[in-house]
């Protein structure tokens, strides 16, 4: 069986995207943006993503107090017109600029409870991973991409506890699945340290490693014959991490088109360990 490790953060994702939960009002749709740059809200949810976008940029430039006046102006503005895809975001937001600088707070200070609960989790949540591409939350300059989307769960845990899954994939004899998500884990280490030393070339390469690692294992883990044999959850978690992954990594590409078709395998995949 997995160690207790891995098994608590299967726990920790599914809790954490389960407070991540987002209500899309009415489907998004790509247009061009400013300087010809795609993002996927338009006309009035556009001008709230407007300030969350500037709200972003003063959090990589370590203006916390700005950051989080923004925000709240777009959670208010939010407010205003009713919409909850915008409500939610915003909440959501401000608990990530509060988790950067290690201040308490609470998801439903500033997000509705009913707006955490829903029978269409899978379109909810896909609505918020599009409002996130759209602030360019993935910005590597924010060190971790993935610890936007996932604050309370801090990248270093998180390649720790992968190099405990290839650990018990081997012991399992999943020795193709093992070096996948070996290759995958090095790669996105190397592609944070290529962004630091910014390195444009080397962040490129790694970009291309982590994306062509995800899709392998995905491949391979959604394999109906090898999945008969996944009898402690090997597959499960190492498409867990492949999801959970790629989806940043596209966003730090900004190609809309990838990024789109992995948000919404994404939102599927998650929809579908939630609790009912």
Partial sequence: MFSKRVTSLAGLLTVVVFLCVSCASEPPVRKDGVGGQERFYTGQQAQIVDLLRESNEARLNNNFDKALAKANEALEKSKAVKDDVMRLSCGFWIMTILSDTDTPGNLTDFVPKELLISDRFEALFYGYLLVMYDINAF?????????????????????????????????????????????????????????????????????????????????????????????????????????????????????????????????????????K
Avoid: W
């Avoid at 390649?159 to 699945?177: F, N, P, Q």
């Avoid at 592609?191 to 444009?200: E, F, M």
């Fill in 139 to 275: 910005d590597l300059r924010g060190k971790d991409p993935s610890g936007v989307l996932f604050g309370s769960m801090p990248g270093n845990d998180m390649l720790k506890s992968g190099s405990v899954l290839v650990e018990e994939l081997k012991k399992a004899g999943e020795v193709k699945l093992a070096d996948l998500v070996d290759t995958l884990f090095k790669s996105y280490t190397a592609l944070l340290k290529a962004s630091k030393d910014r390195d444009g070339d080397k962040v490129n390469d790694y970009i291309r490693k982590v994306i062509d690692s995800c899709d392998k294992i995905t491949l391979m883990a959604d394999d109906p014959k090898l999945l008969e044999r996944d009898k402690t959850g090997a597959f499960f978690m190492s498409r867990m991490f492949a999801m959970f992954i790629k989806l940043p990594v596209a966003g730090v590409d900004r190609d809309t088109v990838a990024y789109e078709k992995v948000a919404g395998k994404y939102a599927k995949f998650i929809a579908g360990v939630m609790p």
